[in-house]
């Protein structure tokens, strides 16, 4: 009887080892065939292709995990697409050509960046209405929002600044000169810095929450790369503060950051045109989306090596992930 005891345990152990616990779904927006596919982060193999409106490039997930909003900046709309069946549901009012967005930390919000009409607009995703639009630098593409959701950040390409807006007032209460081409804003988990990545400057600009100034400036070095092919667009940071990780684009890599020293310590190798990246829930795995290559790396952030990449649509942009 013991023994067959220990072999039951035995078993239900190998079982619990060997089955998905910790997989999730990973949605990709892939810009150029119109498409969003579905990647399970356990198998990496693709198990969904979904059909979706022109040119998907921003791509979140509502806070219950049931709804994908994404950007379909060609047909100026944002489309709504249900996680359960994959089917496209609704879709959201948004300004001319919809690049990113933010979701406010309680859900109730939806902050978009347009760029053909130099505006932020404020969607309540209850009321699926536009409920204000806030005129910004040219160009407006990287958006972030403070985790006690009072600050979005927006960042304008063309005007190279970072405008600070109050989410009670709708207003722009700040405007910070960075790099040129800032393309990302993320804020640190404890509400203190706002990092911005500059595309064509090939920096990152930390600006202090609190002063609304650049405190510091990070930049990049690639033995064997000249400085125009660093081009940092998305960047991560975790949810502990201590570690960074920016998308390099053209330089085919993601850097690891020591976000409390701004040191680099490390260049990973992924696929071709990095663009864009997200955590997975458990902040294990980190995975890029690779335009040129057509696929998505993932990464491992204990030991920060590339895993496997997994092919996906035509130009992936965008990425997402949600536990299956």
């Known amino acids: 009887m013991r023994r067959l005891t220990y072999l039951s345990a035995g078993l239900a152990v190998a079982a619990s080892m060997a089955s998905p616990a910790f997989a999730y779904m990973v949605y990709v927006s892939n810009e150029k065939d119109n498409t969003v596919t579905v990647v399970d982060s ?36 944002i489309e709504i697409i249900d996680t359960a069946t994959y089917e496209i549901v609704g879709s959201l009012p948004s300004g001319p050509d ?52 009072k600050t979005m950040v927006n960042t304008s390409e063309t005007t190279n600044m970072a405008h600070f807006i109050d989410t009670a007032t709708n207003e722009i209460t700040h405007n910070v000169l960075v790099d040129s081409r800032p393309r990302f804003a993320e804020f640190k988990p404890d509400n203190s810095e706002v990092w911005v990545s500059a595309e064509i400057g090939g920096t990152i600009s930390i600006i202090d929450n609190a002063s609304r100034e650049v405190k510091h400036k990070i930049t990049f070095e690639i ?16 949810a502990d503060g201590t570690k960074a ?62 895993i496997q990449s997994v092919t996906v649509g035509a130009l992936p942009w965008g990425v997402v992930v949600h536990p299956n």
């Open 245 to 306: 990780y920016v998308a390099l684009g053209p330089a085919n890599r993601v850097a690891v950051i020591d976000a409390k020293t701004y040191e680099v310590e490390k260049y990973v190798l992924v696929g071709q045109r990095v663009w864009q990246l997200a955590f997975t829930p458990d902040q294990k795995t980190i995975i890029s989306t690779n335009g040129v290559s057509n696929d998505i790396t993932f990464i491992d952030v204990a030991t920060d090596e590339a």
């Open 98 to 149: 919809p690049e990113l967005f933010v979701l406010s930390p309680d859900g109730k919000t939806l902050y978009v960046a347009n760029e053909d009409d130099n505006l932020v607009t404020v969607i309540d995703l209850e009321g699926k209405k536009v409920v204000a639009e806030v005129p910004v630098g040219v160009e407006p593409e990287g958006m972030g929002i403070s985790p006690d959701g």
């Open 223 to 238: 033995p064997g790369l000249r400085s125009e092919s660093i081009q940092p667009v998305g960047v991560r940071i975790t």
């Open 42 to 77: 356990f198998t990496k193999e693709v198990v969904r292709t979904i059909n979706v409106g022109q040119r998907p490039r921003g791509i979140t997930i509502s806070h219950d995990g049931k709804f994908i909003y994404l950007c379909a900046s060609d047909d100026d709309t």
